[in-house]
């Protein structure tokens, strides 16, 4: 059996496994979502364990306490990935009770201050993010998946995924100049993508706990007019409640095997407390006057994103040459 403790934020997860998975972890764990995970020692104070027996006896596959999964499987039939992700569940258990919580969304940040973009899968938030970072001196904190909390009122993001999925189609559409890690260009616009690493496209990447002062919901269609609109409608608190829920209520993903069929029960790690925190965060979020619903063309929300930067910069020399 091979052990090893990981840690994210204070947060801590024992691994007891049949099947090797350090190996894999410490290799992989930068396109996975462990927001800058460690090895650590272990002791009494990592109190969650995923326990995996390679076993053929599958009467009951998963069984789950407060603070344990006890998994009995065929090892042939699982990744390691597969394994990995179960003890996330108890990562985000952790973070809920800190207040914070992942948010699938992007953050980037200029002048110490973070912009964090939501939005649906396909919205834009990576082209926009991208280019934020290579055309306006924008640095990457998270893409995809990003840690955020709150303290009165005081919304934060606190660590994320530093690498990049990328779609032919969004690629083709508004990041030709990174045509060239496509290699297999067979398959349909949708489906063929590539993940990199920030840095390895020339994107500076923060690791800091930085303050969120814009919070806009996207979306990038060349179709669409321009439009600026207060982010706090009926649609947008729905998608919200949904996107900052999912990992702790367990509707993120499931555990499954290779061909993707689900293994067992996951229950939700939800408490009346982490679910008061979360919803704290998000009336912070709803009452922002910097929460926006902005849509149209990438080159205008581009512009558009920045300017809230520049405003900053423009204020700041007005109240510097007031003291003169």
Request: proline share 2%; hydrophobic share 35%.
């Amino acid at each position: 059996m091979e052990t090893f403790c990981i840690e994210v934020l204070g947060c801590k997860v024992r691994y007891i496994s049949d099947k090797p998975l350090l190996d894999y972890f410490i290799k992989h764990k930068d396109f996975m979502e462990f927001y800058d995970a460690s090895i650590i020692a272990d002791s009494d104070d990592v109190k969650y364990t995923v326990e995996y027996h390679d076993n053929k006896d599958i009467t009951k596959p998963i069984v789950v306490t407060d603070r344990k999964m006890i998994v009995n499987y065929p090892g042939s039939e699982l990744t390691e990935s597969n394994l990995l992700y179960l003890g996330f569940s108890f990562l985000e258990k952790q973070f809920g009770e800190m207040g914070v919580c992942s948010c699938h969304s992007a953050c980037v940040v200029k002048n110490g201050e973070a912009t964090l973009l939501i939005g649906e899968a396909g919205a834009g938030k990576t082209s926009l993010a991208i280019n934020l970072c290579q055309q306006y001196g924008y640095s990457l904190l998270s893409n995809d998946m990003t840690l955020i909390g709150e303290d009165d009122g005081y919304i934060y993001a606190c660590g994320g995924t530093k690498f990049v999925n990328l779609r032919l189609l969004s690629v083709k559409t508004n990041m030709p100049s990174l045509l060239y890690l496509f290699q297999n260009d067979n398959k349909d616009l949708w489906t063929n993508k590539v993940s990199v690493m920030a840095s390895s496209i020339g994107i500076k990447e923060e690791y800091n706990i930085t303050h969120i002062k814009n919070i806009l919901f996207v979306h990038i269609d060349a179709r669409d007019k321009f439009k600026v609109a207060n982010g706090d409608s009926w649609r947008n608190n729905f998608l919200l409640y949904q996107n900052v829920s999912s990992h702790i209520r367990g509707t993120a993903s499931t555990f499954v095997n290779k061909k993707g069929y689900p293994i067992g029960y996951i229950p939700s790690f939800e408490t009346e407390d982490t679910y008061n925190k979360r919803m704290r965060l998000i009336n912070s979020i709803n009452v922002n006057p910097n929460y926006h619903y902005v849509s149209g063309a990438l080159d205008e929300v581009l512009e558009y994103i920045d300017s809230l930067s520049r405003e900053k910069d423009e204020k700041k020399l007005e109240k510097n040459n007031g003291k003169k």
